[in-house]
């Protein structure tokens, strides 16, 4: 979902009667630097001037278009050439050059790989904000980070907050991750999924799945919105599709994305069902199964006249509370934490736990990879 934000105009329109756009390049002398973007790189001339004593020559390639003028300051200090693949297009695995005039050119990945950093994990106990401690992040939006060493940039847990409501200036857009949810909190917003349909509202107690590469786009919001983001690794990468139109005219709801499908929870229409732990009961999102057991993504609540759970410890890459109302102890090797509305905690593999002193109002939003094994 990346992209919510206050309300504001849209991208303007290109400019009539602009051919192009050129960045500036400086040299001493326009020989060699000349002859190297030409000769070295492949950049064509398609001007140069004046024809006694050439000083300024206007070059272009890769869709790039470069002023290169005798006597100017430098400009443009590295270029990054996109490449499919910098190793293979590298001239005797080269994919690292200056050019005469100092410009640094270097051939880097037009479609980035996905990394993924090692797992680091730690404990880590998130209370609610006051507003101080909310940043405030991309297009106005103000973001608590839950998970501030991200494991080693292993994952990221963010509580996102949008103060004004209205269209959304998105595009359509997607995600290199490995894994990613979005939980509404609070309000509502308005998505697009490629191959999901029209266009529907998250509301309060809803969830999605974006498995990786799935096209979207952010419509709409309104006041006060809140999301809670899950998304592993922490730095991932988003990309523009600047070619496909949503929503998509054919459904594929189906459809296999690296071996995940996409899910909308709609918690209105969801059912209760045992936790794998005695006392509680869950709201299972479908996630487990979407991603063949990658991530488990549940809302807990006690049972009825039941306020604690017995001890657990698993071996879990990751595991995550996020209180949604009410308030409950979290015992941890023997002391206990106090946590209430918007807490969070993220315990280890190493980590020996159990739930206690839960109201009866308590609902906690639970996220673990992998996914866990309920009962039947």
């Known amino acids: 979902m990346n992209e919510p934000s206050e309300s504001r105009p849209g991208p303007a329109r290109p400019i009539a009667g602009v051919r192009g756009a050129q960045v500036p390049m400086g040299c001493e002398t326009l020989e060699p630097s000349l002859s190297f973007f030409v000769q070295t790189l492949g950049f064509r001339i398609d ?3 004046p024809a006694d004593d050439p000083a300024t020559a206007m070059l272009s390639g890769y869709g790039l278009q470069i002023r290169l003028a005798r006597g100017a300051t430098r400009g443009v200090e590295t270029l990054y050439l996109l490449c499919d693949d910098p190793a293979a297009a590298a001239a005797a695995g080269q994919t690292r050059f200056v050019a ?43 973001y608590r980070d839950l998970l501030p060493e991200r494991h080693g940039g292993a994952f990221i847990a963010s509580h996102i907050r949008i103060l004004e409501g209205g269209p959304v200036p998105d595009y359509v857009h997607f995600h290199k991750i490995r894994f990613q949810t979005i939980f509404c909190r609070k309000g509502r917003v308005r998505v697009v999924y490629e191959g999901q349909g029209e266009p529907f509202v998250m509301h309060a107690g809803d969830c999605v799945l974006q498995p990786p590469q799935i096209r979207h786009r952010v419509l709409e919001s309104s006041a006060g919105a809140e999301v809670v983001e899950l998304g592993a ?16 005219p054919d459904r594929y709801p189906e459809r296999d994305f690296s071996g995940q499908r996409f899910v909308r929870h709609i918690a209105a229409q969801a059912s209760w069902s045992p936790w ?8 299972d999102t479908g996630i ?37 109302n009410g308030h409950l102890t979290v015992e941890v090797d023997g002391q206990p934490l106090a946590l209430s509305s918007d807490d969070s905690i993220t315990v280890t593999d190493t980590t020996a736990y159990r739930f206690g002193d839960a109201s009866a109002d308590l609902q906690l939003l639970e996220v673990t990879l992998p996914a866990l094994v309920e009962p039947h």
């Open 47 to 49: 001007a140069i001037f």
């Open 276 to 283: 794998r732990m005695d006392g509680f009961e869950m709201r």
């Open 233 to 248: 690794p922490a730095d991932h990468i988003t990309m523009a599709d600047h070619t496909m139109a949503l929503p998509t």
């Open 100 to 142: 005469p005039n100092g410009v640094c050119i270097e051939l880097v990945a037009a479609d980035p790989a996905l990394r993924l950093p090692a797992t680091r994990q730690a404990l880590v106990h998130t209370r609610s904000a006051t507003e101080t401690q909310w940043g405030v992040g991309r297009a106005g939006m103000r």
């Open 288 to 324: 487990g199964a979407a991603t063949a057991g990658l991530a488990g993504v549940r809302v807990l609540r006690p049972i009825a006249g039941h306020s604690g759970t017995g001890r657990q410890q698993h071996a879990t890459e990751f595991c995550f509370y996020f209180v949604l």
